[in-house]
């Protein structure tokens, strides 16, 4: 009965400890807006300007801080104070439900593909939910532009865990599919990352293009095109609430590249043990700027903003293929 | 504390632009001072915010046509507090070359505080930039009033 009782505590306790602090909470807030700011000093250099300095997003936070907020007479009070709540702390318990390898395996029992699923569309719902209350007609227009981009990219995401974990199943010589982290993770160990096996290529490149489209830059800075719908739902905000969506965004970017890093080249560079998960934890870190370079900075340095039905189509016509070609490929090699 | 905080917070100055009635002539330099690698005033951590809710320092250009005065107040009071301007060009502060026009009415400073004025037809991005970075000077006296009377 004890040892129960303990094991309860202990595993709550240690569920507390990663929302609050490791990985999800402080860390995964610092990680965030670092990263936000190596974007931007990245893009800058890429433009040939000097640019901000690399903790100017924190700068950016405490400002925002220091603001009146206001809320227009007809907004929806509640709702629009409720919206980047929601957004932040959903994304904060994401956050503490991934994997990193060789670091940290996750809240036993909740890593699963499945959780994430439902986990992800929520800084997404909290944009249309700020967009839908804040009674501007940009806001209504933000919430639309959102909510067509999400059905268009959710596919592409879908499809890509599933080739994952048909891929990871099959192998397992169970038949069938494996939708945990972990066990993910633990296959690639073995058999090497899943960036390398030629079957699961195609679902990386369209993984790859689902991390722009979610994060709204380049091709798909829709939803919150600044020339063009004033940063949509955002519009209306100002002070503390802007500041939320802004830390919002920031834990979401790293959200999607530690699900990318971990579906998709999780390996630790050495064996833990020994200061060997601080080295991991660094070589986690490279992997995520790698990607973010590759994914956000450079991807919006180098193409402009499409329209809505064009950046819709993109995902049906181009994206979604990858991943399904992966998929099949998995079930045919099963 | 507070002091450390304001200091911080002033670095990170949003800017809005107020198009009151101007010739074109200011918003192209105005924009030249962001898009133009030589000046690039992202480097000061401002931003270009299109929206007033965002912005802590407000660039005014233009005469203040009588067409445009009730919205440009409008848009003036939906920026939160704490906020100064900066007034772009001779226009806003004498009228100008539209001075005695017929859809000239007032100057822009008998209805909005003007706190820096920035002359020129059109003035230099670096003098539009200076006027930002005085423009700065002053919001972060502003920021320690209102951080230290909220507490």
């Known amino acids: ?334 | 504390m507070l002091q450390l905080l304001c200091k911080l917070a002033s670095r990170s100055p949003w800017i809005y632009r107020i198009n009151a009635g101007s010739c074109n002539g200011c918003d192209v330099e105005m924009a030249t001072t962001a898009l133009i690698p030589r000046y690039d005033v992202e480097r000061l951590g401002c931003k270009y915010c299109g929206s007033p809710r965002h912005a802590d320092v407000v660039l005014i250009s233009g005469p203040l046509t009588l067409r445009v005065r009730d919205k440009v107040l409008r848009v003036y009071n939906e920026i939160p507090h704490p906020k100064v301007t900066v007034a772009v060009g001779v226009c806003p502060v004498s009228g100008g070359c539209f001075r005695d026009g017929y859809s000239v009415g007032a100057d822009i400073d008998h209805y909005i505080p003007l706190d820096v004025i920035v002359p020129g037809c059109p003035p230099r991005p670096q003098a539009i930039m200076e006027g930002i970075l005085k423009a700065v000077e002053v919001w972060r006296a502003r920021l320690e009033e209102s951080v230290c009377c909220h507490s």
């Open chain 1, 1 to 334: 009965m004890t040892n129960v009782l303990t094991g309860i505590l202990t595993n709550s306790l240690q569920a507390v400890f990663a929302m609050l602090i490791f990985p999800g909470g402080l860390f995964v807030l610092a990680l965030g807006l670092f990263l936000k700011g190596v974007d931007r000093k990245v893009l800058a250099r890429l433009q040939r300007r000097v640019g901000p300095p690399l903790y100017q997003p924190v700068l950016d936070i405490l400002k925002l801080a220091t603001k009146e907020t206001l809320i227009p007479d007809t907004a929806n009070e509640g709702a629009f104070q409720l919206a980047p709540v929601l957004g932040l702390t959903g994304m904060l318990v994401t956050a503490a439900l991934l994997p990193i390898g060789g670091v940290w395996n996750g809240v036993t029992g909740l890593g699963d593909l499945l959780i994430l699923l439902y986990l992800l569309p929520i800084p997404a719902m909290g944009l249309m939910l700020a967009g839908g209350s804040s009674s501007s007609p940009y806001g209504a227009l933000g919430f639309s532009r959102e909510m067509c981009m999400m059905f268009a990219y959710e596919m592409p995401l879908i499809a890509s865990f599933l080739a994952v974990a048909v891929r990871v199943g099959g192998a397992g010589g169970s038949g069938g599919s494996l939708l945990s982290l972990p066990a993910i993770m633990d296959y690639q160990y073995l058999h090497g990352p899943l960036l390398f096996d030629p079957v699961m290529l195609p679902a990386a490149l369209a993984l790859l293009l689902f991390i722009p489209g979610t994060m709204g830059s380049g091709l798909f800075d829709i939803p919150e095109a600044e020339p063009e719908v004033i940063e949509g739902p955002l519009l209306e905000y100002s002070g503390p609430l802007l500041a939320a969506f802004h830390l919002m965004s920031a834990v979401k970017l790293v959200v999607v590249l530690e699900l990318a890093v971990a579906l998709f080249f999780p390996n630790p560079l050495v064996a833990t043990g020994d200061g060997g998960v601080m080295v991991n934890l660094l070589w986690h870190i490279c992997k995520c700027l790698v990607l973010l370079m590759v994914s956000v900075t450079c991807f919006r340095a180098a193409t402009g903003r499409l329209r809505l039905d064009q950046g819709f189509s993109f995902f049906v016509k181009y994206t979604s293929p990858l991943a399904l070609a992966s998929l099949g490929l998995a079930f045919l090699l099963r």
